[in-house]
């Protein structure tokens, strides 16, 4: 009974420390994407910055920006592609259902599990072309922006809210819902009296689909950093977890080990002294 104990330990150990081996791996990968996800997403924060300011000078001079309230809101939702990262899909799914309640609303699914939350909810959507977010460029964020000014302009939506994980630190990403029109009040008032060189309107046709598909693009590279992070977080604490696991398997094999020496050793004792 005790050799059988102690085999099951031996083979707990072994089927521990194969899961390590992988979610080691997994937290290597996860590490290196992060690093190349941060600095995309750097990258993608001056041209929104620039297009902000600009279609915010633009649609207070313009006043083309009103909306109708009784029009349905497009609700942005971008996720992970895969799962093994903590919370960082359910709290997005969270803030979506906190915020959409009772709303007449419409949804993009960005990424694999928004895409697959989405049909098994059976939300209105209106794509299904971005199943991998990681995938999701800047060329494929311009061509959403423009799909969205179309629905703008004909009617369709009057509302569009991006839901997103925000990448703070290493250990914190915060998932938020950020309105993208109508546009947000800006805190900064431009210097004099904007010139325009051209018909406003014009350039809003321009500029809006370009703020839109960069407002997309900005949130697609922290959300994904914010995956990867959330990721190697996850695996680490799988890591430390395994570690403690294979210290108390291997304490208890130890022991098992112990009562079978002590228990052979009694029978050989008591064996000598019946002779």
Known sequence: MAGA???DIKSRIKSVEGTMQITKAMEL???????????RAESAKPYLKLLT????????????????????????????????????NNNVFKLMRHRSEGEDAIYL?????ALDYSRRNGQSIISQDFPIVAGVGVGACLKIGTRIYEMIGSGEIARVRIIYTKFVSMLTQTPVCEDVFPIPNQDTAPLGEPLFEGDVEEMLK????QYIGGFINAAVC???????????????????????????????FN?????????????????????
């Open 53 to 88: 300011e600009s279609i915010s000078i633009l649609g207070d001079t313009s006043g083309s920006f009103s909306a109708d309230t009784c029009a349905k809101t497009l609700y942005i939702v971008i996720a992970g592609d895969r799962g093994l990262a903590g919370g960082y």
């Open 206 to 209: 321009v500029i809006l689909p």
């Open 5 to 7: 104990s102690i085999n």
């Open 109 to 113: 699914p960005l990424g694999k599990k």
């Open 255 to 275: 022991r098992a080990r112990q009562a079978a020496i002590t228990q052979e050793i009694t029978e050989i004792v008591s064996g000598a002294e019946a002779l």
């Open 29 to 39: 990968v996860a590490t290196s994407k992060l690093r190349k996800a941060k600095e």
């Open 222 to 252: 922290e959300a994904v950093a914010s995956e990867c992070a959330s990721r190697r977080t996850a695996m680490n604490s799988a890591n430390k977890n395994a570690e403690e696991m294979i210290g108390s398997l291997v304490l208890s």
